[in-house]
């Protein structure tokens, strides 16, 4: 970035904005940099940049709160009479299922679904709250536990 005297910026200032439009340009005063101008396009730059990160933090907080979500019915799991454990097990299997039926998830999905209901719940519950091998933040946006998600109990 090119630096110029604010005295320079303020007697030329035509040239100086016909400088800008090609790239960043400093502005100094009193051997301090003051201020900058930039060409419109590196604003739009910065908004697009800002607006994306924006967006990677919304998501981040929408995987916390799946992730909170899953651990809150892990808990609700463990802690529940066996009899409420199968019907909550029970009840994911069927929406594993109406996705097969439906062909609304991938085959990936139903698969590791199925693999992970199978397991005892205190294999079950680490699982789907941990990164599971790279799979943990897929999974737990495709859960078959969304329906019970709102549910307190049987």
């Avoid at 808990?75 to 009840?91: D, F, G, M, P």
């Amino acid at each position: 970035m090119d630096i110029i005297a604010a005295s320079r910026v303020k007697q030329n200032f035509g040239e100086i904005l016909a400088r800008a439009a090609l790239g960043p340009l400093g502005v100094e005063r009193h051997g301090k940099l003051v201020a900058g101008l930039v060409p419109p396009q590196w604003l739009a730059q910065r908004e697009a940049l800002d607006e994306r990160r924006a967006a990677r933090s919304a998501q981040q907080q929408v995987e916390i709160q799946r992730l909170l979500t899953h651990q809150g019915l892990g808990i609700a799991l463990l802690c529940a009479t066996a009899a409420q454990q199968r019907s909550r097990i029970e009840a994911a299997e069927r929406e594993v299922d109406r996705w097969e039926t439906g062909q609304l998830c991938s085959a990936d999905y139903i698969k590791r679904w199925r693999g992970w209901l199978a397991l005892p719940l205190k294999q079950l519950v680490p699982r789907m709250c941990s990164d599971a091998a790279g799979w943990g933040r897929a999974m737990r946006q495709n859960s078959p536990f969304g329906v019970l998600s709102n549910a307190g109990g049987d």
